[in-house]
């Protein structure tokens, strides 16, 4: 019913910048919250950032100051603008979104594949 494409993912040295974004797609009705997850090998999934409907945000404390959540409503695309990367910040980052869909009108959070940022020192 919803699909999530992620991209902006890579390769990038310490104190370089990325940026990753994440559409979403299908039987959309409206979106809640939109955030950004990560894992990195041998570690749970954490939340790094979330955007409210009303663009109120929250970070993970590793991560304030450095990343910047953004959500453009009329694309369904959240965005993770990410400075100041430090080696730490390599994972597997996974978009979620909270998505009303058009059909029933439930409310369910879906994710993304996953796209992977590594930094090297």
């Known amino acids: 019913q919803v699909q999530l494409v992620e991209s902006g993912g890579g390769l990038v040295q310490a104190g370089g910048s990325l940026r990753l974004s994440c559409a979403a797609s299908?039987?959309?009705?409206?979106?809640?919250?939109m955030g950004w997850y990560r894992q990195a090998p041998g570690k749970q999934r954490e939340l790094v950032a979330v955007?409210?409907?009303?663009?109120?945000?929250n970070y993970a404390d590793s991560v304030k100051g450095r990343f910047t959540i953004s959500r453009d409503n009329a694309k369904n695309t959240v965005y993770l603008q990410m400075n100041s990367l430090k080696p730490e910040d390599t994972a597997s980052y996974y978009c979620?979104?909270?998505?009303?869909?058009?059909?029933?009108?439930?409310?369910?959070?879906?994710w993304g594949q996953g796209t992977q940022v590594t930094v090297s020192s």
């Open positions: 979620m979104v909270i998505v009303v869909v058009t059909t029933t009108r439930d409310s369910d959070d879906y």
């Open positions: 955007i409210s409907s009303g663009d109120s945000t």
């Open positions: 299908g039987s959309i009705f409206s979106i809640n919250a």
